[in-house]
DNA sequence: ACAATCAAGTTAAACGTTTTTATCGTGCGG
DNA sequence: CCGCACGATAAAAACGTTTAACTTGATTGT
């Protein structure tokens, strides 16, 4: 037997299409005893909705498209981006609604701007969710322009105001800078993203207001910019150790970074508490693993994820842009008491 | 002005809809000099076929669904699996293709089964990638009874031959404890994934034969199973190193049970390469930043998610299902001499 | 030379919905 | 008791595509 259609119910309950699809459709033009029979011969036939068919129609798809910059097949290191668990978050917060996620791999910040492009223009999808925003950032304004509704994990500083989650960085820099400037520490670098993300601008600023704050001199030389991973981290290590006057600290902006920190110290002979430490930003709670386990800043992915999906939603019914951002603070985890030795 | 469709065309080259739809699909009923002419019509109005009515028409969804099975909410630890590389490299795989890809994010797996169940029942993908696989895999076998075309990330080990793509694990472990009894070891442990899963299997068994062959005892004490977190590659080493006879070397499954290895031997004042030795199975090459850097087998993630959505591609076209098993062998970097001290 | 074949189109139906418009009683005010 | 509005349902069109069935004119075989 064919699967069954709103053709199906018409015929079982001897209504036409039209009420059928007005009443699983909870329209108010049909009555409610009228509704009640649909319903029951609905599910007495197994009736499943034809999204094709809805597709069609109403030119809507019913998907919310994640642009996932992933690094291509050459690049074979961690990057710490926990996508998995990020994915996973926002595909739980659609759960109940009709949206599926479609995923968009891109290679490359062109590339994502290719994909948002095209699924503005062909209506791929209904909704974006988009990270590794810039300070401005040309997909936001596409989408914005084009009155697109999407979502960034991020933020952008010269953008108008969009719907976005992210993280704190501003306040998590400042608190880390004082914590650490308050156990003795003058030389505190920062491992930071790339210098075009938006959140790398955003620490940076914050990094340098802090030291500030703190009475402590800006130092370009312990500052590096660069792609999130355990080569970076390591790199960054090997280089501001070398200095004439090398840092005491470092402020890593993820795991994977603080792991390749910690492989630096190792080739350098540093000890881990004795010449230097080593704080972090950490998704995965992975930290605790390392040895020693470092102090970091907790924020379970989960958390943004799932508002990423339920500001789409949102997003997608109408709302206001400016009702849907959220910076979250991490929880601090001191592991180690990172005190200048 | 709204987007062009074949009538568009039909209309601007004085054609039937009819002759447009099958000159763009290259029928042979439509004559080259006709065919051209459409296709220059199209190129000049922009036209771009909208998959709704495709989908409608033929009952074809285009979409691959990859069913992920992310940890929930409360469990933040890293499970080592880049999931994101997977998914990108079978998005890529699919690129030249009008596939794309979906996102089911399951629970575990009763979830996964449900999952299957419903987009095999409403035909919600033509294809589906799934992991995780089991010795007798009851979703395998669903899909199966279905005629529904699936590849496996993970072999099974008794149900009728399906597509798959895996890492050789047996090839993997039989080398591996080859390797360590050559190099001194008599005391090898297995730190395996969950018992249930196929490939835990596949790695004791391959485990067990090696031991033979190297005319060594099998003890059920060295071997454990469990989900591949670092909280449980701590506990491993943890438990074991507590034993009359503690192993001198640890086999890990994925780098992050290595990750948490290391972190037992920090907690018990093991020292990697005295006391004993981390061996791992890696995606990311993540365990040359350990301090010191470990010997792995390398299978770079990309290969066989490549692989996946190659194979998914020939599947719906209807390629045997023997045609399409692939089981490659990581490549053994050797990062540590491993030699018994 | 004429029927049969064939190539290259066209016509029309169909996929499953939603939504606009039309229909048809029924209750209501006047 | 008549016209009218209204409430509830039906009819029909539309979304964009594919494809089975049909048409037409040219080519072929005998």
New interface residues.
Partial sequence: MP?PTIKTIAQETGLSIATVSKALNDSPQVRPQTRALVVAAAERVGY?LNM??V??RT?R?Y?VA?I?T??G?RQ???EG?????L???I??ALEDSPY??????VRDFEESLAAIRQIVS?RKADGIIVSGTRADDPRVRIMQEADFPFVTYGTTLENAPHAFVDADNAQMIRHSVARLAGRGHRRIALVNPMAELSYAITRLDAYRKALETAGLSFDPALVAHGHLT??F??ECVLAMSALPAPPTAYICANE?SA??A??G??ARGLVHGRDAVINATDD???S??????ITTYFL???EPS?LLGRYILRRMEGEAPEALQALIMPELIERSDDRLA
Avoid: D, K
Wanted: glycine share 8%.
């Fill in positions: 699967r499943q094709h068919g597709q069609l030119g798809t998907q994640a996932m992933a690094p097949p074979n290191e961690w981006v926990e996508y998995a668990q994915l996973s978050g595909s739980w599926r996620v479609s995923l968009h791999a062909l355990p080569a981290g390591r994977a792991l390749g910690f492989s110290f190792h995965l709670n992975v605790q693993y390392f040895a020693p386990p379970p992915i989960h799932e």
